[in-house]
């Protein structure tokens, strides 16, 4: 991310995937959270799970639920994945986010 490299944004965006279950949601309204907007959830998510995630509203929008799945980022306490987390939140590269 520092360095602006070009194939960045082809990465991230390798590394993005879905699981067929998580495929299937198109619509929903995700429950407001203190954090940065990402929520911790196994690759085999449950209904427990996206309960968690989602909140029942009498108005839902698009959604489009995806697991990063980059190697050593995976837990957000190590030192690696702080250092990833900050380089995307201070980018100026906003195309990464499209």
């Known amino acids: ?10 990465y991230l965006n390798s590394r993005l995937l879905q699981t067929s279950i998580i495929a299937k949601m ?18 085999w998510i449950s209904h427990t799970e996206i309960s968690k995630i989602l909140q029942p509203a009498p108005i839902e929008t698009d959604i ?14 190590s030192e690696h994945a702080q250092v990833f987390f900050e380089s995307i939140a201070y980018t100026e590269d906003m195309q990464i986010f499209d």
């Open 1 to 10: 991310m520092d360095h602006q490299l070009p194939s960045i944004e082809k």
């Open 26 to 43: 198109k619509k929903g309204c995700i429950r407001p959270t203190d954090s940065t907007g990402i929520s911790v959830a196994p690759f």
């Open 64 to 77: 489009r639920l995806e697991f990063v799945d980059i190697p050593n980022i995976h837990s957000y306490v």
